[in-house]
């Protein structure tokens, strides 16, 4: 006999525990591997690629360690038993490379192996998403769902960070804090960036303005201990009767009722597979949180998709939906990367200096800060006006009329005016979280077997390889899909971000004429990719050149290791790129939030068209990318989602 749920939550991801701690907060609801001292989750400063051979280190027997690369890990979670370990198709615009493509495999999904960056987007953002036919989703019905699963914790008292306590919460799951400690080498950053860009030093991100380099707060508690959905929301509250959460679980499918209600799919419940034997349970409700790749690729395994994509593997189509899948939209990124001069310290010497490793950790057990405290600290938005001239302005915008869009009208305007309104590119500095040759980081970054990555440690006498700017296009043009290729869930989905075409300067006076041939239009059709993208990841990597070129970096950087001083035109910055080109792991859309004539999957009440109980509740559902990471952002929507199912959302709040 089925076990039966007032609802079952699918993921136990950032959004699934959210919405299902709660759900459960109702005690008359019934609602349904950890990764417990798992250092590599618990501690910030082990986004490093490295690990000790055996147990943690201390000061008296840190010389008998050996210190070993993470084999096949870019960071020490990525790659592990903890991660789905995905790839991309080939990418066209990345020199038809695979790129490796992780989600989190553990309760806290990707909040448990992410960089634990804590932004919420521009205030135009969540108006634009509001614009597209979703009243309740603007900034200050965000802003509060947000500030409803913060808790701040106040920066020690001798240091100098700046925030506005009005634009963070005090009291929910969620601590946030800013770093107890802070690279040396990042300080010049503030004024090198003003220098370059004219904009000066973000007070405060989190109040929906984001231009200006700032010092980020991060989801770190105050023993600076990583915080994920799972530390939040679900292990204060595991024994909860009524809070039921099922581990090492793949969900096979929805159960679907044969026949329909006034023309409506009810969802029965859902099927899974546990230790070989396959399971069913009920529900009145079933909330999909499988994050913007597990969510379509369970909803496309149940009959509910793309109708030629279900027919094509002889899925039984219980509901056309077109938009299941496509939108998928995700930030690029690309590294640069400059030489320290001697002195200064960063998280190589965590790999190969053994004993300032162990005393780094003493300093980290004792007071949670220290090098492993810190992971991300310093971030940087810039808008295109802050970037480029506005003769090269002018050159860029033209892309925008010229080449076709890829998505609605509505959603090409609306990204259109964010890219020329809001910040479009964001950069943050890496304390040299890898050691080795860069260059073969990023022969290896990738790769369809990311466990065959093996990065060399070596002393070098002249200085540091310091990556100190990764850089991302906030608001991609180009719309990739992710889709099942087989029934079967052990089969990874085909995830195609579309990573954009760089398109020489040599022929861009011919692309007017190009655009005409119709199998040209065709194949940029085909690809979803805008050369827009592309130019502006090449405008973003020469303003790092920029900002690391002021004078407030003269006594520290060497020189520039990556790209490489022989970079210089266009064409040779857009090789370099493509050879380069990454994501940042933040893929979204693939179930919009839009109407359903515009392929939308859920309405804004985040039920799915078609259906009478199902919802989806992660980042799938977001019809646009955001600025910023998006994180708080996910927590808004399941804290949000939360209360429209208990019908306790605040009424008088402004549509």
């Known amino acids: 006999m089925s076990e039966v749920f007032d609802f079952i939550v699918v993921g136990g991801g950032q959004a699934g525990l959210t919405v299902a701690s709660r759900l459960s907060e109702n005690p008359k609801l019934k609602a349904g591997g950890t990764g417990i001292g798992n250092d590599g989750i618990r501690i910030p400063g082990m986004i490093g690629g490295w690990k000790m051979n055996d147990s943690t280190p201390t000061a008296t027997n840190a010389s008998n360690k050996t210190m070993t690369c993470s084999s096949g890990n870019i960071v020490t979670t990525l790659g592990s038993d903890i991660d789905w370990k995905y790839s991309t198709v ?51 019905e965000i802003d509060r769902a947000s500030k409803k699963g913060e808790r701040l914790a106040p920066p020690i008292t001798d240091s100098d960070y700046i925030y506005n306590t009005e634009n963070h919460g005090t009291d929910g799951p969620v601590t946030n804090s800013f770093p107890k400690y802070i690279p040396p080498q990042f300080r010049p950053y503030f004024a090198a960036s003003a ?17 200006g380099a700032c010092i980020i707060p991060s ?19 595991q024994s909860r009767p009524n809070l039921i959460v099922r581990v090492d679980c793949e969900v096979n499918k929805l159960i679907l009722q044969e026949t329909q209600i006034n023309g409506e799919i009810q969802v029965l419940g859902v099927e899974y597979s546990s230790g070989g034997t396959v399971c069913r349970v009920m529900a009145d409700e079933v909330i999909m949180s499988a994050g913007s790749i ?169 200085g540091i390889r310091w990556p100190p700017g990764q850089r991302h296009a906030l608001y991609p043009l180009s719309r990739g899909s992710s889709h099942i290729k087989s029934q079967d869930p052990s089969v990874a ?31 940029l059709s085909e690809y979803l990719v ?37 970079v210089q ?57 955001l600025s910023g990471h998006p994180v708080m952002t996910v927590y808004a929507i399941a804290e949000k989602a939360a209360e429209m199912i208990l019908n306790k959302e605040p009424s008088n709040l402004p549509s």
């Open 219 to 237: 989801a770190i508690d105050t023993k600076g201990a990583r915080v994920t959905s799972a530390t939040a929301y679900y292990f204060p509250h």
């Open 90 to 140: 080939p990418q066209e615009g990345a020199n038809h490379r695979e790129i490796y493509y992780p989600r989190g495999k553990v309760l806290g999904g990707s909040s448990a192996i992410n960089f634990i960056i804590s932004t919420k987007a521009e205030v135009e953002d969540y108006e634009a998403i509001k614009r597209l036919g979703n009243p309740g989703w603007g900034w200050s």
């Open 493 to 523: 989905p085909l995830i195609d971000p579309r990573t954009p075409l760089l398109i020489s300067p040599k022929i861009r006076v011919y692309l007017q004429a190009l655009l005409v041939d119709q199998s040209v239009a065709n194949f």
């Open 294 to 462: 597990g969510t379509p690729a369970i909803l496309e395994r149940s009959g509910i998709g793309k109708a030629s994509i279900l027919k094509s593997l002889n899925i039984p189509i219980a509901l056309h939906l077109e938009g299941v899948g496509s939108n998928l939209s995700d930030h690029l990124f690309v590294l640069s990367t400059y030489r320290l001069k001697p002195g200064h310290r960063t998280a190589d010497d965590l790999a190969k200096d053994v004993e300032y490793a162990a005393e780094q950790k003493l300093i980290y057990d004792k007071s949670g800060s220290g090098m492993f405290s810190h992971a991300l600290s310093v971030l940087d938005f810039q808008s295109l006006k802050s970037i480029v001239s506005e003769e090269v302005l002018e050159d860029g915008l033209k892309l925008l009329e010229e080449c076709p869009s890829y998505m609605s009208p509505k959603q090409f305007e609306a990204v259109v005016n964010r890219i020329k309104n809001g910040v479009v590119i964001e950069y943050f500095l890496l304390n040299a979280f890898l050691v080795g040759d860069l260059n073969q980081l990023y022969t290896t970054f990738g790769d369809s077997s990311p466990k065959t990555l093996f990065i060399t440690f070596y002393l070098n006498t002249e």
């Open 530 to 566: 805008h050369p827009f993208d592309a130019w502006l990841m090449v405008q973003g990597a020469k303003h790092i050149r920029k900002i690391m070129r002021q004078d407030a970096y003269k006594d520290i950087i060497i020189d520039e290791q990556y790209p490489g001083p022989s």
């Open 195 to 211: 220098a370059a860009s004219g904009v000066i030093q973000n007070e405060d991100p989190f109040g929906g303005k984001l231009g």
């Open 569 to 625: 035109t266009d064409e040779e910055w857009g090789e370099s790129i493509r050879s380069r080109i990454s994501t940042s792991y933040h893929p979204s859309g693939t179930c919009s939030m839009l109407p359903q004539s515009e392929s939308g999957v859920v309405d804004s009440q985040l039920k799915v068209y078609g259906t009478r109980n199902l919802r989806v509740v992660d980042a799938s559902i977001l019809p646009i990318q």
